[in-house]
């Protein structure tokens, strides 16, 4: 059996954060790669969109609303790079705060606050490392700036595998 079964699938009533954000910040920002994972080959400018897995107590509504830390990077290359990812990141910031204010609807759901949970600061490799695990630099002529935003999400109108037809 390859995947999981319709019936396991229908259970599922929220989105992966990443989906939604996704979807908001390419309406937003054309021209510009908004990914969740960075490609083998990766062009720039890039915008990357990652759920914190190290958030503390959940504070979502099961009925209703996830919750969520989000880690929004951004990377540009020079000339003016360091600039201009900073730039980007205000950029995101002001497009996650229009689509909570005007309350666009997603297929994955809709934003319901968002509030920066740590202002966006340079970095100078792939990934924050904290502790003896350090990351490769990134490539010469490349910047990085990354944001935390705390999240909180309004679960889609339907959900997002419908439940089986099981009539015959």
């Known amino acids: 059996m390859a995947g999981l079964p319709a019936g396991i699938k229908a259970l599922a009533e929220l989105s992966p954060v990443e989906d939604l954000l996704l979807a908001v910040l390419r309406e937003g920002l054309p021209g510009i790669a908004v990914r969740s994972l960075i490609a083998k080959d990766q062009d720039f400018p890039l915008v990357l969109v990652r759920r914190d897995p190290s958030f503390g107590a959940w504070t979502g509504d099961a009925r209703f609303t996830d919750y969520a830390r989000v880690s929004v990077q951004t990377f540009c290359e020079d000339p003016d790079g360091d600039a201009d990812a900073a730039i980007l990141a205000e950029a995101v910031r002001v497009v996650m705060r229009d689509a909570w204010l005007n309350q666009k609807v997603y297929p994955a759901g809709h934003i319901t606050r968002v509030d920066m949970a740590s202002a966006p600061r340079r970095a100078t490799d792939w990934a924050t490392a904290t502790g003896p695990v350090q990351y490769a630099d990134l490539p ?17 109108r339907s959900r997002p595998f419908p439940i089986p037809n099981t009539q015959p």
């Open 140 to 156: 010469t002529g490349v910047w990085r700036y990354e944001t935390q935003y705390d999240v909180e999400i309004r679960k889609p």
